[in-house]
Structures are given as C-alpha cells and as structure tokens.
C-alpha cells in the first residue's frame, strides 16, 4: 500500500467513523510514558474519502496517547490509491500479528471482511495471511460475537466467559443473556458451573412455563445474589445448590434422607459410605482407611457389623421416594435400593 507522510490534527481526524477498528482497548494511558521518551515508532495509517477528513485505519490509541500528551499534531501516514478492503486487511494485519487477538476482535475482522465481501468463500480463503483462525465452524460462531449484547462481550475479552458459553449466552433473550454474563463475571465461575446454572434456569422454567429471567429473578435467588455477608465462592455454591434444588426436587430429598440415616447408621472414623451421584444408580461405596494390618482387620468387622444393621436396611430402603416424577432416576421409582 502506497501512503504519504503528514503532519494531523485532531480536528482533521474522523473519529467517529470506526469502520476499521478491531482492538477492544481503549484507554492509551500505557503508550503515553514512551511516546514522551521516545516519540511515536510506528505512524498510524489513515484513509482519507471524499469528504476530506480521514479515517483511522491503525493506531487509534497511539494518536489518543499523543493528543493526551499533550502533542498538537500526529506524524501520520495517509494512504494512497486504497480502497476499503485493502484498509480493512491492513487493520486486521496490523493487530493480528502484534499479538493475539480476542474472540470480539476476532469478530469484530470477520463482520468487517464480510461487509466489504459478501462472498463467504472468499474470506475463507484470506483468513491464514491475515493472522485469523481457520475453518468454515470457527467462521459462522466467531462471526456472531460482534452483535451480542455488551456484557457478553466484557466476558469474553476478560476471560471469565468462556466461547462455547458466550455462544450459549448470545442465544437467548438480550436481558437473559446480559443477566447471566454479568453474573458469571461477577462470581468467576468455570465453564461446568455456569453451564449448570443456565441449564437448570432453562429446564425449571420450560418446566414451570416460564422464561429464564421470571426464575433468576425469584426471591430466592436474588437473596442468594445480593447477600452482604457471602463471598463470590459462597454465592456461587449457594446459587448451584438452590437451582439444583428447584430443578431435581427428589434428589434433595434424597440427600436429606441418606443423611438423616447416616446419622442412625452411626459410622465410626475411618470409614465412609457414599452414595451414587445423584442418586441415579443402586451401586454404594464404603471405603476404609487404616495404618496397621490390625487396625484392618480390626474395620472390617466394623463393616461385617455395618452390614447386618437394621439401620442400614432402614436406610437404603428409605430412600424409596413416595410418587417420584416420571423423567426420576429408576433407583427412585424402584420398591427398594439395593
């Protein structure tokens, strides 16, 4: 690309107009201390059209940084014999391989090849020699991000919303999905955990006929959101706890029973008894810590005794749940757990 040295003003500068933006940064206190030591290394690229006043095509935040400086003009170049695309390929480049990009800005290069484009093959075909992730998938997901509502793009670019759940979070109702990212952002959840909070608020909500947002919006869970005394691990096992409670109503009760009998059961240090995860299966587990082969033997007849207790019986036969719902595991609709 052929461009010219000139020396810019601020009032020369369209700073409006972001058809080439790609980076998510903005704030260019952190070029300022060299731009004052040393100057600026790189001149930004404008694209002067026909009404006269250029277009930032590279280096938006290093022209802030010299203005904030205190600069009152900006060495840039201006290109010559361009056109839109070629000024898109050169922001893209620009950022693309001083760093690596973002998911938004990563959209943010897709939507704006696309505009200029149309030809979804085409840009394919470019995507290696612009620095850009490869393949028709990664092409129709990333190019999404762009229009997603903005808490979803924070997320993103601060890394507490992973892609596959920002995709997720983009699917759903604006207010929905700006809800959940917020909150995700807010109690730095891993990807497992915030996809249980989103499928358990999707399920009860289908199930109750619902939207997503009546049940986030409940009592319950604000008072678990909003609690002053509680820290961001705290609020988020209180959440998990109470949206699996509401969505798995047998499971709970399950858990209360298994525990009430644990404490009939009376089991002394040393051995533990687990029950199946989610009560979805009649398979339990003891299982037994020792230091000598005499305290081995010694814990095994604990658990020969364990295995003839009325209390035990009592317990795996108690959670036969009365009337469990239909879509239950099997080990709740059968007479007795084994």
Do not use: C
């Given at each position: 690309m052929k461009f010219k040295m000139e020396m810019i003003n601020p009032e020369d500068i369209d700073s409006t107009d972001l058809s080439f933006q790609i980076t998510t940064r903005e704030d260019p206190d952190d070029l300022m201390a060299s731009i004052r030591a040393i100057g600026v290394i790189n001149p930004p690229l404008l694209w002067q059209e026909d009404h006269g006043r250029r277009i930032i095509v590279c280096g938006r935040r290093r022209i802030a940084a010299c203005f904030k400086a205190g600069m009152a003009s900006v060495e840039c170049r201006i290109a010559e014999e361009a056109n839109r695309l070629k000024c898109v390929k050169t922001a893209i480049s620009d950022n693309a391989f001083q760093r690596q990009l973002n998911w938004v800005e990563i959209s943010r290069a897709l939507n704006r090849l696309m505009q200029e484009i149309r030809d979804k093959d085409q840009v394919l075909s470019m995507l290696p020699d612009l620095g850009l992730p490869e393949g028709k998938d990664i092409l129709d997901k990333a190019i999404r991000i762009a229009h997603f509502t903005q808490p979803i793009q924070d997320g993103l670019i601060s890394?507490?919303?992973?892609?596959?759940?920002?995709?997720?979070?983009?699917?759903?109702?604006?207010?929905?999905?700006?809800?959940?990212?917020?909150?995700?952002?807010?109690?730095?959840?891993?990807?497992?955990?915030?996809?249980?909070?989103?499928?358990?608020?999707?399920?009860?909500?289908?199930?109750?006929?619902?939207?997503?947002?009546?049940?986030?919006?409940?009592?319950?869970?604000?008072?678990?959101?909003?609690?002053?005394?509680?820290?961001?691990?705290?609020?988020?096992?209180?959440?998990?706890?109470?949206?699996?409670?509401?969505?798995?109503?047998?499971?709970?009760?399950?858990?209360?029973?298994?525990?009430?009998?644990?404490?009939?059961?009376?089991?002394?240090?040393?051995?533990?008894?687990?029950?199946?995860?989610?009560f979805e299966s009649d398979r339990y587990a003891f299982q037994i810590e020792f230091k000598k082969q005499s305290q081995l033997a010694s814990r095994l007849k604990t658990l020969e005794r364990l295995s003839e207790a009325q209390a035990l019986k009592d317990l795996l036969d108690g959670l036969d749940l009365d009337s469990p719902p239909a879509h239950a595991p099997s080990s709740f609709r059968s007479k007795a757990v084994k």
């Open positions: 890394g507490q919303i992973p892609f596959a759940m920002a995709l997720e979070l983009g699917g759903l109702e604006p207010e929905t999905g700006s809800f959940l990212a917020n909150l995700f952002q807010q109690l730095t959840l891993s990807l497992n955990k915030q996809r249980e909070i989103l499928e358990w608020a999707v399920e009860i909500a289908a199930r109750e006929s619902k939207t997503p947002m009546d049940i986030l919006l409940e009592n319950g869970i604000q008072g678990v959101i909003k609690n002053p005394d509680w820290d961001r691990n705290q609020k988020g096992t209180a959440l998990r706890k109470h949206l699996r409670t509401r969505r798995y109503p047998w499971i709970q009760k399950a858990e209360t029973l298994f525990q009430e009998g644990m404490k009939s059961l009376k089991i002394p240090p040393g051995i533990r008894l687990s029950p199946p995860k989610d």
